[in-house]
């Protein structure tokens, strides 16, 4: 009893293990007629590894503004294909969606989506193909223009696109600029 229910364990974690590993076999015929069996394994994960939503809520209490920044995984993704000890790594990093809402006395000021798309012209095409919108954030609050930072970025490099939009309280209106690297602190 012991030997078979040890046996279904193994048979059970065998199959976990395997699960989004994908083995391709070769056979080789070398020039004696031998055979020769070579195994090579794909392993393909996501990043995140499920889609989500994340929501960033700023509340600047003195003025009566709110920001609210939502950023949702998209089923578009960028690959990373790369070997690693003779095995094939498939990492696909999700794009994102940004959506961004602005109330001031519970009234609505902006309430727009971003994506990665809408800012093609301002990276090349190349660049664009390999990256993701990374993530967007409030930064700060001047007078009567709130700064927010976004960033577009391949994956796993420090090669980015960082821009700014500033919103103007006054006239209502968004305007992009792109970081340079003076802008650096």
Request: glycine share 2%; charged share 30%.
């Amino acid at each position: 009893m012991r030997k078979n229910i040890l046996i279904l364990i193994l048979a059970f974690l065998l199959f976990a293990c395997n699960s989004q590993t994908e083995k391709k076999t070769t056979i080789i015929k070398t020039a004696d007629s031998s055979a020769v069996v070579l195994v090579n394994k794909k392993s393909e994960k996501f990043v995140p590894e499920t889609k989500g939503t994340v929501k960033f809520d700023t509340i600047i209490a003195d003025r009566k503004i709110q920001i609210i920044i939502k950023r949702t995984d998209l089923d578009s993704y960028v690959i990373n294909e790369y070997e690693e000890d003779g095995n094939k790594q498939i990492d696909k990093y999700r794009d994102a969606e940004i959506s961004l809402t602005i109330k001031q006395n519970s009234q609505i000021l902006l309430d727009t989506i971003f994506t990665k798309k809408q800012f093609s012209k301002y990276a090349d095409k190349g660049f664009m193909d390999i990256a993701i919108f990374h993530n967007y954030w409030f930064n700060k609050l001047d007078k009567e223009k709130i700064e927010l930072l976004g960033v577009i970025t391949e994956p796993e490099t420090d090669y980015t696109m960082d821009f700014y939009h500033y919103f103007d309280l006054t006239k209502r209106k968004l305007t992009f600029v792109q970081k340079t690297e003076e802008d650096e602190d």
